[in-house]
Every structure is written in structure tokens, then in C-alpha cells.
């Protein structure tokens, strides 16, 4: 099976929000650092925020102040909460658990998120 399953993508005007989500198939009580990517057409897959199980969150530059990254452990979900939307954010978003040089999880589907007018 799939491990983890992303959800919540689709089409938003400009200064619009989405909420995404990434359900995994196990727990992740004990996984510390989740995070989410995402690539868009042509250019490579880049990491956009990561939370621990203590709560502690770091952003990409490019989404500061507009992204806000939250789990919840107990659902083994992790969330991501966008704001502001800008064109430049369209991409197909992806979550993993970064491990070293490498990920827990494998890469699965994604979800499209398309901010456009």
C-alpha cells in the first residue's frame, strides 16, 4: 500500500488558501521530522516546510509568513495551511520524513495545486 496519501490540492485565484493534507498508513508518533516538497514543471523537487514532534517548524524563504505547517500525531496527518496564494506556488506538493540524505517513505502521487486566475 501507498504509505502516504496527499490530498487537499486544486485550483485558487491569486491571494487565495488551501489547506493540504498528507494521511500516512502507520503511525508517526514516533517519526520526529515531517515535512512537505513540492515540484513544479521543470523544475526540481524542493522541500517547503518540516515540523517535529515537538512542534518545532522551519519554512523555505519563498513561503514564510504565508505557509504554516502542523501535525497531528494521534491522526497520523500532517498538515499544510497556505495563505496568499501566489502563481509561483503552483506545483504538485508531496510529503515525506526526511532520514539522513534520504526519506522514510517513498514518493507518492502528490496533489496538484494550481494558483492562477
Known amino acids: 500500500q501507498v504509505p502516504l496519501v496527499e490530498s487537499g490540492g486544486g485550483l485558487v485565484q491569486p491571494g487565495g488558501s488551501l489547506r493540504l493534507s498528507c494521511a500516512a498508513s502507520?503511525?508517526?508518533?514516533?517519526?520526529?521530522?515531517m515535512g512537505w516538497y513540492r515540484q513544479a514543471p521543470g523544475k526540481q523537487r524542493e522541500s517547503v516546510a518540516a515540523?517535529?514532534?515537538?512542534?518545532?517548524?522551519k519554512y523555505a524563504d519563498s513561503v514564510k509568513g504565508r505557509f504554516t505547517i502542523s501535525r497531528d500525531n494521534a491522526k497520523n496527518t500532517v498538515f499544510l495551511q497556505m495563505n496568499s496564494l501566489k502563481p509561483e506556488d503552483t506545483a504538485v506538493y508531496y510529503c515525506?520524513?526526511?532520514?539522513?540524505?534520504?526519506?522514510?517513505?517513498?514518493w507518492g502521487q502528490g496533489t496538484q495545486v494550481t494558483v492562477s486566475s
Open positions: 515525506n520524513a526526511p532520514y539522513g540524505n534520504t526519506f522514510r517513505y517513498g
Open positions: 502507520g503511525s508517526i508518533f514516533s517519526i520526529n521530522a
Open positions: 515540523i517535529t514532534s515537538g512542534g518545532t517548524t
